[in-house]
């Protein structure tokens, strides 16, 4: 029965980005911002969740007052998501973004660490839970493409809000079992960041965040650019949530198949090879069959990235790794990675901003796959 809790809070917490994330570019287009500002907003937003997540992460190690730390920041970002109507001009909706990004950046990491404590001994079922948030992802997406294409972006906040606040109510039943830190926690951060094969795997999580950034924020954008409507965004992005469901349901297998830093090879493939079908196909048909490849791209790299993370967390500081890289990937990978694809699509199109995250992916990948072996693994004293 505990695992129907955080099953149904990922399926809201996603199922609520899905009326969010998908149409902001299309909402500051409306506003008539210019590409270098949206590139900025778009960029400064991971910035932030690199900073903010962190922060409220550590705050509920040293306090271990998890609970508290994630019901204040869920009720606080659910008052700034409906603030994003109201507010029109650059200065506003930029410190709306800041203030919003600040907010939602632990979020999902203290989820992780709720999930991972509720499991207990059968840590490696996370996949099974995580899928939730696949399927509220892909039954909100087609939904959220109806609803806003019939009433406008403003349902695009109004719904997010909504499905949040039932969130942030599913919430109260986490369970966090913080475990006593047998050191300090400047002492712990620091172990953890002078692990030489972490910072490795969280540079090639920087780029795949850069990478998956690209595709999450820009596709509509490059669909739209295409001529296709938003009915068929949904569509498209339904299936790539769908997609998602095998492999967060086997991920306890792949993971003892292929160890964490296996998998991350293995999306790191697949989507490089998505990036270059989106730039030499790019048809109404093309888009909506490389969707099934999503599959293998996002969802791999994430329950990579979470098994990594608890697997070389130093005793105390669980949501703190948590908190590291869901910083990396969606902070400063997805900043770097918005700003890039901004000033890309304007100046060479979709298809070949496509086509050069896809070589980056490639030469990562190569570099990774030289320099893992050579470096020793670390065991925290």
Request: glycine letters at 8%; a positive charge.
């Amino acid at each position: 029965m505990r695992k129907i809790w955080p099953f149904t809070f990922y399926l809201l917490y996603f199922g609520g980005n899905a009326f969010f994330l998908p149409y902001l570019v299309l909402y500051y287009q409306s506003l008539n911002f210019s590409a270098t500002q949206i590139g900025l907003l778009i960029a400064i937003s991971p910035l932030i969740t690199l900073v903010g997540a962190p922060f409220w992460t550590g705050i509920a190690d040293i306090t271990h007052r998890h609970k508290l730390v994630m019901s204040t920041t869920i009720l606080l970002m659910i008052v700034l998501a409906l603030m994003y109507p109201i507010v029109k001009t650059i200065t506003a909706v930029f410190t709306l973004v800041i203030l919003f990004s600040f907010m939602v950046a632990p979020i999902n990491s203290l989820a992780d660490t709720a999930t991972i404590s509720m499991l207990g001994d059968e840590s490696q079922m996370y996949g099974r839970i995580r899928v939730g948030g696949t399927i509220g992802w892909g039954v909100a997406a087609p939904i959220a493409g109806v609803l806003i294409g019939r009433y406008g972006l403003n349902w695009a906040f109004w719904s997010y809000a909504i499905v949040m606040f039932v969130g942030f109510i599913v919430s109260q039943k986490f369970v966090f079992n913080p475990v006593k830190q047998e050191t300090s926690f400047k002492h712990g951060l620091r172990a953890l960041l002078s692990n030489r094969r972490l910072i490795l795997f969280l540079f090639t999580a920087f780029i795949c965040g850069m990478a998956l950034t690209s595709i999450n924020v820009y596709l509509f954008a490059y669909m739209e650019q295409l001529g296709i409507n938003k009915t068929l965004m949904g569509i498209a992005l339904s299936i790539a949530t769908v997609s998602e469901l095998p492999m967060f349901f086997y991920s306890d297998k792949l993971l003892a198949r292929f160890k964490p830093h296996g998998l991350l090879i293995i999306a790191m493939i697949v989507t490089a090879l998505r990036l270059f079908l989106y730039a030499i196909f790019n048809s109404t048909a093309g888009i909506l069959v490389f969707q099934l490849i999503n599959g293998v791209t996002f969802s791999a790299v994430w329950v990579a990235g979470v098994s990594y993370a608890s697997e070389n967390a130093p005793v105390g500081l669980s949501a703190t790794a948590q908190g590291v890289f869901g910083a990396v990937l969606f902070g400063f990978g997805s900043a770097a990675g918005g700003f890039l694809s901004a000033i890309l699509f304007e100046k060479v199109g979709g298809a070949q901003m496509y086509a050069i995250f896809g070589a980056l992916i490639s030469i990562t990948l190569l570099i990774y796959l030289f320099l893992e072996k050579r470096i020793p693994k670390v065991q925290y004293a």
